[in-house]
Structure formats: structure tokens, C-alpha cells
């Protein structure tokens, strides 16, 4: 049986564990996928490469009222889709090619599993024999998987999730989309710039239902414009339309009234869950928590010694740019055992790539006054902005949550063009401790750039008690 010092389950932000200060280790990588893992391969990346033309796609019905008479003329699907996977799949052979032919790494194509302590066995794969390895150490970076609800007659339809549905090979002319959460609300963007008809059904009052409530109703209302929305509706039954191909799915709304959509697909969007139910942990020493997470310390060390877990596995923010912190984490923890550090999850912001863009960091102001905390808000409109003039924009804002003791930001909402940037002043605000009114008045901010919609919003706020208005 092959030992190793490390070994990596998993090459997505996994694969980042490894540097050359491991050179002098023999390591084991295993993935039984496609090497990148899924923010390179099905996730951040390829969606984003399509948000990017749908924003294009969609420019001609903002461009007329400004007096800019834009056509559509044609999606090129095909197109679209191998710009993407053109470059995506070089870069993920590329990586495992250069990975592979590290002289201390041994890359395992196959599927593994724990038979025993620091013990895993990994099964046999098109010319790759099955077989057991041990480590000193290991990092579990498998992620997490789409879930598919078993909805009735979900078999007798084409149903696909976001695995699938970026390799299509044709546009199709109507899809239903069940969920109301990230993925339903960037790919009912896609669609419908595309030209699709799209309808998306969520069993929540409101798309996006962990955002700010005032946000959450902004983005329902705004993307209903759009594409047809049923919210608080849970899905009763799919099956084929009546012309015996397609989607027809039945619903019941919380009214009580039954309804039904129809497509030609059917996008099924409803959340991830750890793999960590893969991995036969029980023979190991390593807990898994109630909603399916390997739980680890703030060092990222699961419960087994010698074994640390990151990224969607084992943790609650599914994102990329947190399961690559915690790499960096395992990295350095891995290297410096008498001098850890630990993960820093205080202000994990987040984005949503839809139109309009979402964006946000710390708490709504729900969990604020749920906590009880003496809180003010500050609230401003991209239109009362000289940007926003130039815009046109009648549908969005920024909205800041603050101590109202201490001044410091409690939380940041953004809905509106380039929300995922500009909520990173407001990131960096809270990651640093800079009260809110420094931020606004302590820098200067470009005239009239998009950006001083934030510092509006920041002025917004109740001025603290003998700061100077300069
Ligand atoms: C459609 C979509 C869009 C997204 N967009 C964004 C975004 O815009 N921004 C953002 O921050 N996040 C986004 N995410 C989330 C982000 O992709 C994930 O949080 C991140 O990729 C998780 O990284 P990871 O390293 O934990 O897991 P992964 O990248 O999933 O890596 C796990 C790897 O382990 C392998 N594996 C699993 N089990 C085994 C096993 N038993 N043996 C061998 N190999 C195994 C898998 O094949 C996989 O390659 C998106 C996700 C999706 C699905
Ligand atoms: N821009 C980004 O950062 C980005 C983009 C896409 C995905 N992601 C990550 O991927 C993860 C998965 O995305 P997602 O949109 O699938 O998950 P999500 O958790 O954002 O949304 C899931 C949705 O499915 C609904 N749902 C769950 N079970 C259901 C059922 N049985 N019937 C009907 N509806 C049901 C939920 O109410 C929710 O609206 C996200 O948690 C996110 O972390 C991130």
C-alpha cells in the first residue's frame, strides 16, 4: 500500500493546498471528476462567461429610452458556448497536465473513500485499477453536489441542472426553472436575454429570500418584468406538455390555487449539499453535523487528527472566494503545526450575477433588529446620482446598516449595475473597522462616477455627534 505525506481529496480550491514549499512531500491528489472542480468547470466561471453576453443581449430595451435604438439580431449559441468551454476546458486539461507531471505528486483520476483510518481506498476507473493509499495527512476538498427533489414524473421530462445546462447544444425556445435562489436567478437572467421564454417557479414570497427583504422584493419585482415568476408555489407534478414532448409542471401556490407552466426544459436549481456523505467518514474520527458539513475548528481541523476539511464540504457559505481562504489557511496550517492561523469569516460578502446584480456583506437589516441592536439605515437611490441621471435608472439602490453607537457598518445591500464591485469599499470598511462617515467623508470619490451612489448612501446615515460635515 503507497503512502504519502499528503494527501488532497478534490482539485478545486484543493488543488491551490499544494505549493512549492511542498515540494520535498509526496503528495496524492484525488479527483474523480473534472480536474478545476466546479467553480472552473460548472460554477463561477462558465456562468459568469455567459452572464457577460446576456448583459450585451439585453442592452437594446434599457438603450431606447435613452434615446439609443439598439436591435437584436442574433444569439449564437453555439458560439457563446464554445468561447466558453474553448477556453475553460484548456485551462482545466492544462492544470491537470502540469499538476500530473509534478515529480512528488501522484494525480488519482478515480472516486475515494475512507476504509480505515488515514486509509482510503479508490476504485477502479477505465485503466486505472482499484487501490488503497494511507496519508499523514489529508485535506477533504470534495465539495458539494446539486439536489435533485424527487418531484413526481421528474423522470418522464429532459430535466437538467447547472452541471448540464451550459453544454446544450441548441438554445431551447422556453425553459422552467424551479428555485428562487442563486442559480435560478443568474440563469433566468441568461435565458431570457437570449430570447428564451422563461418561468421561474419558488416556493419563497419573494427570489432571493436571504437577501434584505427590501432587496429580495426589489429583485422579485424587477425580474418579473421580465420573465414570468411564481413565488410561494411548491412544485406537485411534472410531466411531458401535451404534445408529448417538453415540460408541463403542475404547482399549488400557498393561496391554494393550482397552476401550471410549460417548457421545453426543465432547470432544476434547488441548492448543494456536501459531499462529505460520499466519503464514509465513520471509519475516521471525523464529524459531520446535522446539515450534512464536516465540522471543523476555526483552523480548519476536522475532529481526526491530521485531517482538515475546506470549502463546500464543510462549509456553511458555498463560495468560492471562501473555500479559497480556507486553502490558503489549510496551506499554511499544514506547514506551520506549532503556529496556526485561522479562517477569518467575519464579512463574507456576496454576489448575485443576475439583472440586476445583488450584492451584499454583514447582516440585513432583519438580523439586525432581530439581535436587537440599536441600528440606523441609510438608503439611496442609483438615480438621485449624477451616474445615475446618465443612466437613466429608476429601479435601484444601496442600502448600509450601521452601529448607530459606534458608526461601524453592521451590513451592506446592493442592488443595482456593478453591485458586485462597488460593495467592496463597504467590504473593506467592515473588514478594517473604518466607521461608516470616514469612509464617506475620509476619501475622496470620483465625480460622477457610479460609486457615489455608496457614499450617498453612507451620508445617509445619522452623522456622528461632533464630525465635521467636510
Ligand atoms: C452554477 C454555479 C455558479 C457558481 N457561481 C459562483 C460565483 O459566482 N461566485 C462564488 O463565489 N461561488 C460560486 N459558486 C460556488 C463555487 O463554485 C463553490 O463554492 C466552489 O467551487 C467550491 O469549491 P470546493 O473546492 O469546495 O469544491 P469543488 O470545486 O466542487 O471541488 C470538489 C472536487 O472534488 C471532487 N470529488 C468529490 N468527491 C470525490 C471523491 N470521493 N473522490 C474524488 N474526488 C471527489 C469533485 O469531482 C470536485 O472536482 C457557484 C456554484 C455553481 C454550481
Ligand atoms: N454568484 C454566486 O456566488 C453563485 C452563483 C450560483 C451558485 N452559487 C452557489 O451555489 C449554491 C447553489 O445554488 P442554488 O441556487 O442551487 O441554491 P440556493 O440555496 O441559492 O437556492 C436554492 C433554492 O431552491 C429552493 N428549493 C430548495 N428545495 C426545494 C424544493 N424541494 N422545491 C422547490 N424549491 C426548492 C430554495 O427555496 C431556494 O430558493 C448556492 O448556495 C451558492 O452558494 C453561487
Given at each position: 500500500m503507497?503512502h504519502f505525506?499528503?494527501?488532497v ?10 505549493d ?12 474523480a471528476?473534472t ?8 460554477g ?7 452572464v457577460y453576453?446576456?448583459?450585451?443581449a439585453s442592452?437594446p430595451?434599457g ?8 436591435d437584436l439580431v ?6 457563446i ?5 474553448g477556453?475553460i476546458d ?8 502540469w499538476?500530473?507531471?509534478?515529480p512528488?505528486?501522484t494525480l ?6 475512507f476504509?480505515g483510518d ?12 482499484a487501490t488503497t493509499i494511507t496519508?499523514d495527512?489529508?485535506v477533504?476538498?470534495?465539495?458539494s453536489?446539486a ?9 418522464t ?12 447544444p441548441?438554445?431551447p425556445r422556453s425553459?422552467?426553472i424551479?428555485?428562487?435562489?442563486y442559480i435560478a436567478?443568474?440563469?433566468a437572467h441568461?435565458?431570457s ?5 422563461v ?7 419573494t427570489l432571493?429570500?436571504r437577501?434584505?427583504?427590501?432587496v429580495?422584493?426589489r429583485f422579485?419585482?424587477?425580474l418579473r418584468r ?6 410561494s408555489?411548491?412544485?406537485q407534478h411534472?410531466?411531458p406538455?401535451?404534445?408529448g414532448?417538453g415540460v408541463?409542471l403542475?404547482a399549488c401556490s400557498?393561496?391554494?390555487t393550482?397552476?401550471h407552466?410549460?417548457g ?10 456536501p459531499n462529505a ?6 471509519t475516521?474520527g471525523?464529524?459531520?453535523?446535522d446539515?450534512?458539513r464536516?465540522?471543523v475548528d ?5 475532529a481526526?487528527?491530521?485531517v482538515?476539511?475546506l470549502?463546500?464540504?464543510?462549509s456553511k457559505y458555498?463560495?468560492?472566494?471562501v473555500a479559497?481562504?480556507e486553502?490558503?489557511?489549510?496551506r499554511?496550517?499544514?506547514l506551520?503545526?506549532?503556529a496556526?492561523?485561522?479562517?477569518d469569516?467575519r464579512y463574507?460578502?456576496?454576489a448575485?450575477?443576475s439583472d440586476?446584480q ?9 438580523q439586525?433588529?432581530e439581535q436587537g ?6 438608503v439611496r437611490?442609483?438615480g438621485?446620482?449624477?451616474?445615475g441621471?446618465?443612466m437613466g435608472?429608476?429601479d435601484h ?5 450601521a452601529?448607530r453607537?459606534?458608526?461601524l457598518?453592521?451590513?451592506?445591500h446592493?442592488?443595482?449595475p456593478?453591485a458586485s464591485?462597488l ?5 473593506q ?6 466607521p461608516?462617515?470616514?469612509?464617506a ?5 470620483i ?6 451612489v ?17
Amino acid at each position: 500500500m503507497r503512502h504519502f505525506d499528503l494527501c488532497v481529496i478534490g482539485s478545486g480550491s484543493g488543488n491551490s493546498v499544494v505549493d512549492e514549499e511542498m515540494d520535498d512531500w509526496s503528495v496524492a491528489m484525488v479527483e474523480a471528476g473534472t480536474f478545476g472542480g466546479t467553480c472552473l468547470n460548472v460554477g463561477c466561471i462558465p456562468t459568469k462567461m455567459y452572464v457577460y453576453p446576456a448583459d450585451l443581449a439585453s442592452s437594446p430595451a434599457g438603450a431606447k429610452a435613452l434615446g439609443v435604438d439598439l436591435d437584436l439580431v442574433d444569439v449564437r449559441w453555439p458560439d457563446i458556448r464554445d468561447r466558453i468551454f474553448g477556453r475553460i476546458d484548456t485551462i482545466s486539461s492544462g492544470g491537470r497536465d502540469w499538476r500530473a507531471s509534478r515529480p512528488n505528486m501522484t494525480l488519482y483520476e478515480q472516486w475515494g473513500r475512507f476504509v480505515g483510518d488515514h486509509e482510503l481506498a479508490l476504485a477502479a476507473r477505465a485503466g486505472r485499477p482499484a487501490t488503497t493509499i494511507t496519508a499523514d495527512r489529508f485535506v477533504l476538498a470534495n465539495g458539494s453536489r446539486a439536489v435533485v427533489p424527487p418531484f413526481p414524473g421528474l423522470e418522464t421530462v429532459p430535466h437538467v441542472t447547472s452541471d448540464t445546462v451550459m453544454r446544450l447544444p441548441s438554445l431551447p425556445r422556453s425553459i422552467v426553472i424551479v428555485g428562487g435562489g442563486y442559480i435560478a436567478a443568474e440563469f433566468a437572467h441568461v435565458f431570457s436575454s437570449f430570447g428564451v421564454r422563461v418561468s421561474v417557479v419558488a416556493r419563497t414570497p419573494t427570489l432571493l429570500p436571504r437577501e434584505d427583504a427590501q432587496v429580495a422584493q426589489r429583485f422579485t419585482e424587477l425580474l418579473r418584468r421580465k420573465v414570468e415568476v411564481r413565488t410561494s408555489s411548491d412544485v406537485q407534478h411534472v410531466g411531458p406538455r401535451a404534445s408529448g414532448d417538453g415540460v408541463r409542471l403542475s404547482a399549488c401556490s400557498d393561496a391554494g390555487t393550482e397552476f401550471h407552466v410549460e417548457g421545453d426544459l426543465l432547470l432544476v436549481a434547488t441548492g448543494r449539499v456536501p459531499n462529505a456523505d460520499t466519503l464514509d467518514l465513520a471509519t475516521t474520527g471525523v464529524e459531520v453535523d446535522d446539515d450534512g458539513r464536516v465540522v471543523v475548528d476555526a483552523q480548519q481541523r476536522t475532529a481526526a487528527a491530521g485531517v482538515f476539511a475546506l470549502g463546500d464540504v464543510s462549509s456553511k457559505y458555498q463560495l468560492k472566494h471562501v473555500a479559497n481562504h480556507e486553502a490558503r489557511v489549510v496551506r499554511h496550517n499544514l506547514l506551520h503545526p506549532d503556529a496556526m492561523v485561522s479562517s477569518d469569516h467575519r464579512y463574507v460578502p456576496h454576489a448575485v450575477f443576475s439583472d440586476p446584480q445583488v450584492a451584499a456583506v454583514g447582516l440585513t437589516e432583519e438580523q439586525a433588529k432581530e439581535q436587537g441592536l440599536d441600528y440606523a439605515v441609510g438608503v439611496r437611490d442609483y438615480g438621485s446620482t449624477a451616474y445615475g441621471w446618465a443612466m437613466g435608472d429608476e429601479d435601484h439602490f444601496v442600502k448600509v446598516v450601521a452601529d448607530r453607537r459606534t458608526g461601524l457598518l453592521l451590513g451592506a445591500h446592493l442592488i443595482g449595475p456593478q453591485a458586485s464591485s462597488l460593495v467592496q469599499p463597504l467590504v473593506q470598511a467592515m473588514s478594517f473597522g473604518v466607521p461608516a462617515h470616514d469612509v464617506a467623508r475620509g476619501q475622496y470619490w470620483i465625480h460622477p462616477a457610479m460609486a457615489e451612489v455608496v457614499e450617498n448612501a453612507l451620508l445617509a446615515l445619522p452623522r456622528p455627534e461632533g464630525s465635521l460635515d467636510v
